[in-house]
């Protein structure tokens, strides 16, 4: 069984910060592109980064650029998502998720993906 696990949300002043990981487990991802989305209330699900599979390619949407910082660890199937200068707006679930089937090329669109993890909240106050 495949599954992606989330850890490291919580609550944060504005200002702080906070560092998610996401540990992949039933299988290898070191060959598939992962990212990082989140999901405010009543709002749809919006990217925030995503990285290649060997790494070397990173995109960010333009809310979180030269705040928050992907990375992935192969050899221990991981992803995380370094979160700095947090603010109000950066509240929301945020969901790690993995392309699959080799698709080793970085994307921002929720359909490309295959696997997802349950989710961890992040609330930043004023």
């Known amino acids: 069984q495949v599954q992606e696990v989330e850890s490291g949300g919580g609550l944060v002043q504005a200002g702080g910060s906070l560092r998610l990981s996401c540990a992949a487990s039933g299988r290898t991802f070191k060959y598939d592109a992962a990212g990082w989305f989140r999901q405010a209330p009543g709002k749809e699900r919006d990217f925030v980064a995503t990285?290649?599979?060997?790494?070397?390619?990173?995109i960010y949407a333009d809310s979180v650029k030269g705040r928050f910082t992907i990375s992935r660890n192969n050899a221990k199937n991981t992803v995380s998502l370094q979160m700095d200068s947090l603010k109000p707006e950066d509240t929301a679930v945020y969901y790690c998720?993995?392309?699959?089937?080799?698709?080793?090329?970085?994307?921002?669109?929720?359909?490309?993906?295959?696997?997802w993890g349950q989710g961890t909240q992040v609330t930043v106050s004023s």
């Open positions: 990285i290649s599979a060997s790494g070397g390619t990173t």
């Open positions: 998720a993995v392309r699959g089937a080799y698709e080793s090329y970085a994307s921002r669109y929720v359909d490309h993906y295959d696997y």
